[in-house]
């Protein structure tokens, strides 16, 4: 069965520094692997999203993943964070079938 | 354009009752999805429609709760005699197709059952 593992509930960090998310993921068969971002009382917004080619992926805001499938990891990085930036993130694969299965979220909190 | 739109966006009910949430998916949008998210979790997969089909209803919690797509595009959500932990936000999703075009999320229905 697919997992999906956020190894950070709560990331806090101070406004301009760099910043990743991680996370880990477990599948036996091919995967797509997407961040979103959700922001109060809000649905969850699409970052960016690894189908297959370059590893290295470039989503909005400045954020960008990299696909590393031997450690099965697909960690989220910023290279300077903003205030803005202030929302719950969420690793989610789906494996081809019907379901997309989502980890726990990461709080990520930018402080000034 | 338009995006996926909920509704109602809150509902507060008595246990036992019956409710009924409502998704707009994106004009055109083949798939449809609908999640569960408890306080400080992520979705969870309740179930599958493709235009008016269901083809993966495997994570609805139990026969209490139903799903339906008529006509391949407004969905509803039934959820029959609530319980407390019932208590989530629902969301919609839909996308163009499956298995790799992300989902457009709506804003969820904040549900609580008293």
């Known amino acids: 069965a697919q997992s999906v593992t956020q190894l950070d509930s709560q990331v806090p960090v101070f406004e301009e520094a760099p910043v990743e998310l991680r996370c880990n993921y477990s599948?036996?068969?091919?995967?797509?692997l997407f961040w979103y971002v959700q922001y109060p009382n809000q649905g969850l917004q699409l970052l960016l999203k690894?189908?297959?080619?370059?590893?290295l992926v470039k989503g909005i805001n400045g954020f960008e993943a990299e696909f590393n499938k031997s450690q099965t990891s697909f960690h989220l990085r910023k290279p300077s964070v903003h205030i803005s930036d202030t929302a719950e993130y969420f690793c989610a694969v789906h494996t081809g079938g019907f379901k997309t299965i989502f980890g726990a979220g990461t709080r990520l909190f930018v402080k000034a | 354009g338009a995006g996926v739109s909920q509704s109602p966006r809150y509902k507060v009910a008595k246990r036992g009752q019956d409710v009924a949430l409502r998704c707009d998916p994106i004009s055109g949008h083949v798939s449809l999805f609908w999640y569960q998210q408890a306080l400080g979790q992520g979705p969870e997969f309740l179930t599958y429609?493709?235009?008016?089909?269901?083809?993966?209803k495997s994570g609805l919690p139990s026969d209490r709760f139903f799903a339906e797509r008529p006509e391949g595009s407004v969905s509803t959500l039934k959820i029959q005699r609530t319980q407390q932990e019932d208590s989530a936000v629902y969301l919609c999703a839909s996308s163009l197709e499956i298995p790799n075009q992300p989902q457009h999320f709506g804003d969820g229905t904040r549900l609580s059952i008293l």
């Open positions: 599948s036996s068969v091919s995967v797509y």
């Open positions: 690894y189908l297959s080619g370059s590893t």
């Open positions: 429609f493709q235009n008016e089909a269901q083809l993966d």
